[in-house]
């Protein structure tokens, strides 16, 4: 790798897994620039699907060089919709990258970002390597065949312009190699979430644990399931209701919800319907995240569609307590060990849905146990395994 190595990323805006990964890549030598089509996600704006405002309490900025295209307070952009790449060219100038990394297709902000960075590399008078690392997935959602003919055409263009490309997971690999892209111009470079916000060790659990549940009168013994996200349709909320309605003995059972959402009243009266028992802990930071997850005795994602991984799922195992997803979130082939770090079921079937939740609470009483060994599992998807992969892309898109 060049020892004046300067990467430029390219995003809407800043981003709250991604921004501890930019420190560590640069703290591991390479010049790290983000150029951010906007800083709303910092000034604060309204999550159309959460159906609240949301301004991340972490610092997005600290550890790499950040340069904005715009900015909300100027009257820009407040969604990633309305993002424009407005004097990207101008940025690229000014930060003289010899990579650019992109990190999508759709909103149209990443396409264009994308199409000046592929002109930008071939007007530079020195060499420069563009990287993708995407969410790329054939799995998130399920389209016809001439739609599904009009993405991969518009994907084989897309990707042409590309020099390398980071793979997130096994689906993901499976989605370039779908298009034929050689092994050589392919390196791992995993999800990951940022731990220094946590607090995600067993002494914690011990000293958070029954605050929360004091704080929501569930009962000491009783088996908890967590949901972390947006109470949304695609989420599949309402089919972890209903799976939970038609178990035995559901008295011993408590669901949390931890975020906001437009089903949010309708689960509190199909709860009441099927008989269970619920608690909304409304939307939460980062920071405060830890407190539920010791609460709790495992995750469920039961997402329908549009999961492209989960990043949730890392965060539930690193505080040692198994997940149970649907077969259509993205993670399930690299992150679900049966009997290990949690289960997968049939997407949309409360059936197969309650009997991963009855396997995972008839080993409630080994769970200390397994909570060790859950946390070492996700280690591999480390903020430093994505970095390093990162920098492995880079060395080999150099040979390249």
């Known amino acids: 790798m060049k020892k004046d190595e300067r990467l430029a990323v390219i995003h809407t805006h800043p981003i709250q897994y991604l921004a501890p990964l930019y420190h560590e890549v640069q703290q591991r030598g390479v010049s790290v620039t983000a150029i951010y089509g906007s800083d709303f996600s910092i000034a604060g704006y309204e999550d159309e699907e959460f159906g609240t405002s949301v301004s991340w309490d972490v610092d997005l900025l600290s550890g790499y060089n950040a340069h904005f295209l715009d900015r909300k307070k100027r009257g820009g952009p407040s969604a990633p919709e309305e993002t424009n790449v407005k004097g990207l060219w101008q940025a690229l100038n000014e930060v003289e990258p010899t990579a650019i990394m992109l990190s999508a297709y759709y909103p149209w902000f990443h396409s264009l970002a994308s199409l000046t960075s592929a002109l930008y590399a071939r007007k530079s008078k020195r060499r420069v390597r563009l990287l993708l690392r995407a969410e790329t997935t054939d799995h998130a959602e399920h389209r016809g065949g001439l739609k599904q003919t009009a993405r991969d055409t518009f994907l084989l263009l897309f990707y042409s312009l590309f020099d390398h490309f980071l793979y997130i997971g096994e689906r993901s690999k499976n989605h370039y190699q779908r298009f034929n892209i050689d092994s050589e111009r392919l390196s791992f470079s995993p999800y990951s979430v940022n731990i220094d916000v946590f607090q995600e060790g067993e002494s914690e659990r011990e000293e958070m644990r029954d605050g929360v549940r004091d704080d929501f009168w569930i009962e000491g013994d009783t088996f908890t399931i967590l949901f972390v996200g947006k109470m949304s349709e695609r989420k599949g909320v309402d089919v972890l209701v209903k799976a939970l309605g038609g178990m035995d003995a559901k008295e011993e059972i408590a669901l949390m919800f931890v975020g906001e959402g437009p089903l949010k009243e309708e689960l509190r009266h ?105 946390r070492q599992f996700v280690e591999a998807y480390s903020i430093e395994a994505s970095a390093k992969g990162i920098l492995n892309a880079l060395r080999r898109s150099e040979r390249g």
Do not use: M
Request: hydrophobic share 30%; charged share 30%.
């Open 270 to 374: 199909q709860a009441r319907q099927e008989g269970v028992q619920v608690h909304f802990a409304g939307f939460q930071n980062q920071e405060d995240l830890s407190r539920f997850y010791h609460a709790s005795d495992t995750l469920v994602l039961p997402s329908r569609r549009g999961e492209t991984w989960g990043l949730v799922v890392n965060e539930a195992l690193h505080h040692g307590i198994p997940a149970i997803v649907s077969d259509q979130v993205g993670c399930a082939t690299d992150l679900i060990e049966s009997g290990r770090t949690g289960e997968v079921f049939r997407s949309e079937d409360p059936k197969d849905l309650r009997q991963a939740i009855s396997k995972v609470k008839s080993e409630y009483e080994r769970a200390g146990e397994h909570r060790e060994e859950v």
